[in-house]
């Protein structure tokens, strides 16, 4: 009994090393770009990694910040989140609704067809061709429009509704409501930890997006934040802010400085909105995939 006991504590002992030194690779490259972001560009040129800066500096935000494009970025970016969102949770919605009555007819045939489209996609030229058709092209409506709908988060929305009591649905269908009306009335109120998780999703997916920008949008002004990041980034190029502002003898900060600035000003935002759908994030996730 003492050794198992002793071999029991030894293996937690391992796991909680294990486990230590996962979390630190995952937090360490954020604490270093927090940090090198308020670096000094004269220390963090000599050191090249800082994790503790001696000496404070905002020169990299300020240099951002002194022209209206990062902003301007900023806020395209926050304009698709947010109604790229919205939009992706009502279309959702509205197609999970009916899938989850069990009397559709062509019920089972629909979900086979739509678990098909998270295996195989016509491709990004087909994909490309369609947008332009359509008059997307160089619009915001591009990077909404072709993903208004996930496959996988509509199975999860769809399993999620089929869990609901069905007494809750024929109620109101006696008391005179239409199907539109239970949704919007009964069952969507009901479904607040699978919309905050989806919500989540779709959030994250349309923040991070930049390649969609890329093929789509040819107009620089329009950008959003995502691809000034790499731009800055990946090409490492600069030029952004208005030299004017700084005076004639001010010196730009160099790349390394201005990359990290750019990489937590477009960071924040999506992280400031998580702590308020955290609570509903893991239920609402795994009522919804339970059940296929």
């Given at each position: ?26 937090v ?38 002194s ?22 949770l ?179 935002p ?11 994030f893991?239920k ?9």
């Amino acid at each position: 009994m003492a050794d198992r006991s002793l071999l029991s504590r030894l293996a937690d002992g391992l796991n909680y090393i294990i486990l230590s030194m996962v979390a630190l690779m995952c937090v360490l490259p954020f604490i270093y770009i927090l940090a090198a972001s308020f670096t000094a560009p004269e220390e963090l040129l000599s050191k090249g990694f800082v994790l503790f800066p001696t000496q404070f500096s905002l020169e990299g935000y300020r240099y951002i910040l002194s022209t209206e494009t990062i902003m301007y970025s900023l806020g395209i970016s926050i304009f698709i989140t947010v109604t790229g969102t919205l939009l992706n949770l009502l279309f959702t919605a509205l197609m999970a609704y009916p899938l989850a009555q069990r009397d559709l007819m062509g019920g089972k045939l629909f979900m086979k067809l739509i678990v098909f489209s998270m295996l195989f996609s016509g491709g990004m030229i087909p994909t490309y061709l369609v947008v332009r058709w359509t008059g997307l092209l160089d619009s915001l409506g591009s990077l909404i429009i072709p993903g208004l709908i996930s496959a996988f988060n509509l199975i999860i929305m769809r399993n999620f509704f089929q869990q609901l009591p069905d007494g809750i649905e024929e109620a109101a269908r006696i008391d005179g409501s239409s199907d539109l009306g239970t949704l919007f009335r009964i069952v969507i109120p009901l479904s607040a930890p699978v919309l905050a998780s989806l919500a989540l999703f779709y959030a994250v997916g349309h923040w991070n997006s930049y390649f969609n920008a890329v093929l789509y949008i040819n107009d620089n002004t329009k950008w959003p934040i995502q691809v000034w990041l790499r731009q800055i980034v990946i090409l490492s190029e600069g030029g952004i802010g208005d030299m004017s502002l700084m005076g004639d003898d001010y010196v730009a900060p160099p790349a390394e400085t201005i990359k990290m600035a750019v990489i937590v000003l477009s960071t924040l935002p999506i992280l400031a909105v998580y702590p308020f759908l955290q609570k509903h994030f893991a239920k609402g996730a795994l009522l919804g995939s339970v059940k296929g």
